[in-house]
DNA sequence: GAGTGGTCTAGACCACTGT
DNA sequence: CAGTGGTCTAGACCACTCC
């Protein structure tokens, strides 16, 4: 026998969707009114509602108050290349500063740090919790230098990445520099400003997962509701593998790709032609 | 002067969040029913409704129909580990038959296919679309074998990632095995089935994004509302840069950890101790 | 001021889960 | 069967946008 009929904002939320998908309703174009929907459909204005909540977690309409439901136009995505970035930042930190171009690490595009404009850099110290202070190595509570920064490519818009980075206070002690927010060393980046501590940064692991954003989070990155956030803790190992710095970065999920190259060694003897 | 006052149903799911975060109700705890807040709070169970969405949306409650609306118990993550799972797969591969660890892939816990039970493998051919076509480098319309997959950890769980492969039909059609499902070559995996038609893969771009599962997607995964799925298209390309083969998984957002590790080169002289 | 979406109510019936 | 969440209605008023 067939199945029960679906609900009706179900039925509507399919409808809609038809629409959208093949081009009826193309992007930026605005859906009727709450109360034409509900009068043409012959259904209550809360089921239309709900219909339009389906699309709006979808990713497929965004809703405003006093105008409109529009098709939602996908928002460009911003690449980010952490191989090849970590790679390029660490040879330009080795430079001498008389031959470091004059491309600052803030036109390389590619990165999670220091993209374009960076404001709100707050300096402070916090205990280290149960998970930094076995990542870093050290008893609980171990005072920890805490940078927090927010990221935007240009001065209007909202910001790009929420940045937190962390590293144990006594390592960063020995260049007070990375203490001040305002003499931090120059050009930023976890790279060269360790160098200046005597660290070499041998290796970065970069953990990536995904979680619904914060109430915080979605105001500040304006995410349009039913995205979700990148969250990637960047872990900095040098040459005696005790990790260095630790840096959490927050991306908007419908705004970034994240690449990541992986280079496979060469086999000794090529495979056959079948 | 002060902020006009949020709506009900927010204050209600800030109350509820607050309860939540400080272990008043613990991961698990079952909340007070519907009826049962709108007596309380004296509001519309419309308005209660309101604000338990608010909470399953943020992913913080699950509701079950029936039943009632608990606490969510945060799902363990599946680490994996894309870097080191390429490099060894590439290694297995090369090796003989003969020397090839009883181990099989399956049993490396860290890579993007053959975790464990692998089920619904339909192999077809499909017409090169605009993006793919660019990728491959021919033509659209092109044909291209197009595998597909469902892993799942154990037999009863959901699948914890839905595969699609994609090469170009002329190479694959090289070793027939490729092109059936039931003759495809032991082990698994990209590097070795391509091994066999001469094929080296020197080199994996990972693509990463995050966006709002398909109603397939959420059905097929078993999602809670409001998490997000990761897409990797992973790009396999050989030692003349000629892309070849394309493999897009779909992973839960909530339940996956990827970790990519980058190693960098050495400076020729270590940064002196300041 | 007209029209939009946002909040809210009171009440009804249905579908599912447990006992 | 009682109790839960899921769907739905009809109507009201508010807040915002745009003309």
Redesign the interface.
Known sequence: MPKRSAPRYQLLANELSRLILDGTLPPGSILPSESELSEQHGISR?SVRAAIRELV???MVDVSQGRGAFVRIPRA?VRRH??SR??WE??QA?KADSERQETSITDYDAGLQHDDVEDVAIYDTVPADVDLATRFQVPPGTRLLRRRYEHRPHLEDAPLSLITSYQPWDQAA??PDLLDASKEPWPGGT?HQL??????????????????P??DEAGKLNLP????V?LIRKVAVD?DNNVVDITDAVLP??R?????????????T?????
């Open positions: 809360a977690t979808a990713g995505k952490p191989t970590y790679v660490k040879e080795g020995r260049n790279i160098s200046t501590i005597g660290i070499e940064v041998m290796r970065f692991i970069d953990e990536v997962t995904a979680r619904p914060t109430i509701d039913g995205t979700s990148f040459a999920g419908d970034t790709e994240l690449i990541y190259e992986i280079d496979l060694p060469a086999w000794a090529p495979p056959l032609q079948p």
